[in-house]
């Protein structure tokens, strides 16, 4: 059997590195054909040493002889890696908090500020820094593996990852799985009968064909009908904004709405969760005093959010992260994600096709530029991964929407490398859901002064160019 090392850094993060890990575990191709050892990596130790015992717990359980280890230290997990899946965040609701709020006490009205909206673009900024010395890093010791990201914002880190370094990097997002099971609930069929194509911008993507794939009938005549008849307060935050944008652009969107909002100006009317997002009495609170004093996240309003009992207990997120890190086989199930899949086709020469990755667009959707990272779908084998160019072309609206952030985008990957608010303030102004000029320098100058521990460290800097 070959040799396959994959590292996992970022190996502290509950979403998606116990995830891996269980893809990996479950695994009967790599586990009859590969030498498989794994590197758990992540700086803080606390969280690494929880996850290489779930590790060990998980593998053990298994009788699988995968080789497991951990370390702090990057270049030792990197060396010689085949693989390197991504999932990085510091302080996460710490911070993304502060994303979401401060932009909007300054005018913006972006509703989410993850991905998309001026909160992404420090979102961008405080991980950009660190996915660049792994890529860096990975060029030293393992030029030929290849980067597997599920860090946000997917298309910004990926698209100057690209740029920036020789690397072979790929962004993976469940978003077109979400949107396909909204298709199949509108259409009242399962999932797996429904084929499409679809793309556009990470989180915020489009189905340009639907069909039955046992019959080829085209569904979208069908899917405008149900659309049409559907009791319009269904799953309101995740549908309402889709459906309305849906009858706008004549295709239907995914992921939802809390994602495609953040990207255009007028999603606040379909929002109802908006008020809930990071929620705190300023009269009896302060969320940034501390890192235990971060208000709730909440993801949406639907899902029994507001249908909390008077007394019932909060579930904060260290009880969470306990009961993930609670390991019992029983419980082990694959995630869905496409990581391990993709390692087993490339690693054993199998073609696959994957619903949607992120990598640059060289032509696969037409009207927008060939280095902009894109999401759609993709084939995968042994010499590497191909993005499936898309027959039907995206409405020039949406095609639009998506080439601002393609400029906005070349403007952090700018800010980044000349330490230069200059450059951030235009990347803010570009957005649609941009606050004034002075309300934009005010929140620059605020946020960066309270993520400076982790922003590089940004200057105005007034010199016209051509000086």
Request: charged content about 20%; glycine content about 8%.
């Amino acid at each position: 059997m070959k040799n396959l090392k994959v590292a996992l850094i970022g190996a502290g993060s509950v979403s998606f590195a116990l995830g891996a890990l269980n893809d990996l575990v479950l695994s009967e191709k790599l586990k009859k054909n590969a030498a498989l050892s794994i590197v758990l990596m992540d700086i803080s130790e606390e969280n690494l040493t929880r996850t290489f015992q779930y590790a060990s717990d998980l593998f053990d359980s298994f009788s699988h002889p995968a080789s497991i280890d951990q370390t702090t230290d990057l270049k030792e997990a990197l060396s010689g890696a085949d693989f390197v899946i991504v999932a990085i965040e510091v302080d996460r609701y710490f911070y993304w908090s502060q994303d979401f709020h401060i932009p909007r006490r300054y005018g913006s009205k972006q509703i989410y500020g993850e991905n998309g909206g001026p909160g992404s673009m420090f979102h961008t900024l405080r991980n950009l820094g660190p996915m660049l010395t792994i890529a860096r890093t990975m060029e030293e010791v393992c030029p030929n593996a290849w980067l597997i990201n599920y860090t946000n914002p997917e298309a910004k880190l990926v698209e100057a990852v690209s740029k920036l370094t020789s690397i072979n990097i790929v962004g993976l997002c469940h978003g077109m799985d979400m949107g396909i099971d909204q298709l199949a609930q509108f259409l009242e069929m399962d999932p797996e009968d429904i084929g499409v194509e679809g793309g556009g911008l990470n989180h915020f993507g489009f189905f340009t064909r639907v069909w039955d794939k046992r019959t080829g009938e085209d569904l979208y005549p069908l899917f405008y009908e149900k659309e049409e008849k559907a009791n319009r307060l269904a799953q309101f935050d995740h549908l309402a904004l889709s459906r309305t944008m849906f009858r706008t652009y004549g295709y239907y969107p995914y992921p939802g709405t809390n994602h495609c909002g953040e990207y255009i100006s007028y999603a606040g009317d379909f929002y109802a969760g908006l008020p809930l997002q990071f929620r705190y009495d300023p009269t009896r609170e302060t969320p940034w005093a501390n890192r235990e004093a971060v208000p709730e996240f909440v993801y949406c309003a639907s899902g029994g959010t507001l249908d909390k009992e008077l007394h019932e207990p909060v579930l904060t997120q260290e009880k969470w992260m306990e009961e993930a890190y609670t390991f019992e086989k029983e419980k082990v199930q694959a995630s869905g994600e496409y990581a391990i899949p993709i390692i087993e086709a490339m690693f054993l020469d199998e073609e696959i096709g994957l619903n949607a990755v992120n990598l640059p667009n060289k032509g696969a959707i037409k009207g927008l530029p060939d280095d902009m990272a894109v999401e759609t779908q993709a084939i995968v084998n042994g010499s590497g991964i191909v993005l499936k160019p898309m027959a039907v072309e995206l409405p020039t609206a949406v095609i639009g929407t998506i080439h601002i952030q393609g400029m906005i985008h070349r403007l952090l990957i700018e800010a980044f490398e000349e330490n230069s608010k200059t450059k951030l303030l235009q990347a803010v102004l570009l957005d649609p859901q941009a606050p004034s000029y002075y309300q934009a320098c005010a929140m620059i100058d605020e946020m960066c002064e309270r993520q400076k521990e982790l922003l590089p460290p940004l200057e105005w800097k007034q010199k016209p160019a051509s000086v």
